[in-house]
């Protein structure tokens, strides 16, 4: 016997709910590691990755607005984890660098990240792993296209972006 849809939306809440409340470290000013929030990890990881990067391309690769951007990258900076640049061809245009001591941060965080992953992948049964990313990806990828149109979101106007961010482990 196959459940009814108001089963399946219970489910649905319930786990929307666990896992914004397990992924909510995250997206709090709270410290991950070496005095750095999980966001402020993440525009130091696009950095020592990417090299070079516009601050206006920080925006999508955190998914926040630009005022919440211009907020994480001050502190980097500040902590000269991070600098900024101003483009040649137009000075409006701000690049950011990550700093030699930037690169040192970078790798104790992700060396603690790095043990953050583990325990999380020994929770998760080696042959079932690959499946549970995959999957969850699906189900990501079904929030953010169905968050944009839902009637009741009054901010239904604005598009979440289709693709998933290269930070995802998929």
């Given at each position: 016997?196959?459940e009814?849809p108001?089963k399946h939306?219970?489910?649905l809440?319930?786990?929307?709910a666990?896992l914004?409340?397990?992924?909510?470290?995250c997206r709090?000013?709270?410290v991950?590691?070496?005095g750095?929030?999980?966001s402020?990890?993440l525009?130091?990881?696009a950095?020592?990755t990417?090299?070079?990067?516009k601050?206006?391309?920080?925006?999508?690769?955190?998914?926040v607005?630009?005022?919440?951007?211009?907020?994480?990258v001050r502190?980097l900076?500040e902590?000269?984890?991070v600098?900024?640049?101003?483009?040649d061809?137009d000075l409006?245009a701000t690049?950011l660098l990550?700093?030699?001591?930037?690169?040192?941060t970078h790798q104790?965080?992700w060396?603690?990240?790095t043990?953050?992953?583990g325990?999380?992948r020994?929770?998760i049964?080696?042959n079932?792993?690959n499946?549970?990313?995959?999957?969850?990806?699906?189900?990501l990828d079904a929030?953010?296209?169905?968050?944009?149109?839902c009637s009741?979101?009054?901010n239904?106007?604005?598009?979440?972006?289709?693709?998933r961010?290269?930070?995802?482990i998929i």
């Amino acid at each position: 016997m196959s459940e009814t849809p108001v089963k399946h939306n219970r489910k649905l809440l319930f786990l929307i709910a666990e896992l914004c409340q397990a992924a909510r470290f995250c997206r709090q000013d709270s410290v991950f590691c070496e005095g750095v929030t999980f966001s402020q990890f993440l525009i130091l990881d696009a950095l020592a990755t990417q090299g070079r990067l516009k601050m206006t391309d920080l925006h999508s690769v955190l998914a926040v607005e630009k005022s919440t951007t211009t907020r994480l990258v001050r502190p980097l900076i500040e902590r000269e984890l991070v600098r900024r640049e101003k483009a040649d061809h137009d000075l409006r245009a701000t690049y950011l660098l990550i700093t030699a001591a930037g690169k040192e941060t970078h790798q104790r965080v992700w060396d603690c990240f790095t043990e953050f992953a583990g325990t999380i992948r020994g929770k998760i049964p080696e042959n079932d792993r690959n499946d549970v990313y995959r999957t969850l990806g699906i189900f990501l990828d079904a929030i953010r296209d169905t968050s944009s149109v839902c009637s009741c979101n009054p901010n239904n106007s604005r598009k979440l972006k289709n693709e998933r961010s290269e930070f995802n482990i998929i």
